[in-house]
């Protein structure tokens, strides 16, 4: 069984910011340990947007203190490159063409209204924490996902 963490980040990186995070990131899940316990753990990049952090838990449990260390790892990130990866404030979603595009909660709720977000509209689900449901549950239609319960259509 995997389990799985979605970082979504306040902006797009860029393709340098990316690759630094990449590094930092498979340079920590390489010594990423629960109790003394090697955790089966990869860190992916996903749309330039998302970190995505998974561990299979057949090899080793993820605990409360690896949960801690990877928090502290994503912490200094944020502050070498200037980005918040801890704002839920934002939402993904992409648009008719597929493209995607972030934008505030606000933001989204007037493209809502507007009727640019639709039923169909694709949206990221980041509150997935099993790897059974990532990725096929990570991206759906906005009126399979949590967003269809706060920004009514």
């Known amino acids: 069984m995997k389990k799985v963490w979605i970082y979504q980040a306040s902006r797009f990186f860029t393709e340098a910011e990316e690759a630094k995070a990449l590094a930092v990131l498979q340079d920590f899940v390489r010594s990423w340990t629960a109790h003394g ?29 690896s949960i801690d260390k990877s928090v502290r790892t994503l912490k200094a990130l944020e502050q070498e490159l200037q980005i918040d990866l801890f704002d839920r404030l934002n939402v993904a979603y992409r648009d008719e063409a597929g493209d995607l595009h972030l934008v505030s909660r606000n933001a989204f709720a007037d493209l809502v209204k507007s009727g640019m977000v639709n039923q169909e509209t694709v949206v990221f689900n980041n509150a997935i924490v099993s790897g059974e449901e990532f990725p096929e549950k990570w991206e759906l239609p906005f009126r399979d996902s949590w967003h269809a319960k706060v920004f009514v259509i």
Request: charged share 15%.
């Open 37 to 65: 316990d090697q955790l089966a753990g990869t860190a992916t990049i996903y749309h330039h947007l998302f970190i995505v952090l998974e561990v299979d838990e057949s090899v080793a449990n993820a605990s409360g203190c």
